[in-house]
């Protein structure tokens, strides 16, 4: 039987769709997916969770099947995402819950560790960075937008967008690319095709730059607060380097890194040994705090 439940819930005017899977009782566990994919990738994931937890993995706005509200109603900032999703966690009742961030879903995450770090349990983090040196040469173009936000260099990022931009984000770095399957990039590539998406998504690489400007920010409550830390990270992914995953470690001494033979979606091949790893991580944290 799927245990998976698909609902919707209004925030502050905005409908935000999400996958939930409930254990009554079980300790919380927010999903955060990234850029340009939504709670679907968690697909494989929750099945093998939800005997253990209470699972919520909600589409941030303008992904998925959440609103995506025209830009002079709602300003595409990590900021304004982070706000939402943090509305969400209290109107759904997520009073104290870990967090599984992803790429995008990790500066949104961080920021409402940072707001709220009396009700963050746990971290895991899929490749979702929070230093300097986790930043690859694949973010040059992007870069170039955040010194010089002309309309040039602004269309240039435009390549970010494309269907085969998609696929290869999805198979580069994966030993053998037919492990993939294509349902989660054609997936993203339909929303990512409906109008007005192309420039919430070009927003948000312009204002990704606010992300790395907080890195000392988020280092700074990984050092004070040491929430217990994993992360299981895609060795090859082209954007996220296996550097930033180690850097965990200077701040929090005791986190546990585990690195995968694979890119930077690293759910789509390694779910289930990924799966383990959370159940091992969050049962040594539960005896500790028992």
Do not use: C
Request: cysteine-free.
């Amino acid at each position: 039987m799927n245990p998976i439940r698909y609902r919707s819930v209004e925030v502050d005017g905005l409908k935000v769709f999400y996958r939930e899977a409930q254990k009554v009782g079980a300790p919380k566990l927010l999903l955060l997916h990234g850029f340009p994919s939504s709670g679907h990738m968690f697909r494989d994931l929750m099945p093998l969770l939800a005997d253990k937890f209470h699972l919520v993995a909600p589409d941030l706005p303008g992904f998925g099947l959440t609103d995506m509200p025209p830009r002079d109603r709602f300003s595409y900032t990590f900021d304004n995402i982070a706000r939402v999703i943090d509305r969400f966690t209290e109107i759904i009742g997520f009073d104290r819950f870990a967090i599984y961030v992803f790429d995008y879903g990790a500066p949104a995450g961080f920021r409402m560790a940072v707001r709220h770090p009396e009700r963050i349990t746990a971290i895991i983090s899929q490749n979702g960075n929070a230093y300097e040196e986790g930043l690859s040469d694949g973010w040059t173009p992007i870069r170039t937008y955040w010194e010089d936000a002309s309309e040039a260099n602004r269309k240039a990022l435009r390549a970010f967008l494309a269907p085969e931009t998609t696929s290869w984000q999805y198979t580069n770095g994966v030993p053998d690319p037919t492990s993939v399957s294509p349902d989660g990039q054609n997936l993203d590539n339909y929303y990512l095709a409906r109008p007005g998406a192309d420039d919430v998504q070009l927003d948000l690489f312009g204002d990704y730059k606010s992300n790395v400007a907080l890195y000392p920010t988020f280092q700074n409550y990984f050092r004070t607060h040491k929430p217990p830390f994993l992360a299981v990270w895609g060795k090859n992914d082209p954007f996220f380097l296996p550097p930033g995953a180690e850097a965990f470690k200077r701040d929090i001494p005791e986190a546990r890194i585990h690195f995968f033979d694979t890119g930077h979606f690293a759910l789509e091949t390694h779910y289930a040994e990924i799966a383990g790893i959370i159940r091992d991580f969050m049962d040594a944290h539960a005896n500790r705090n028992s």
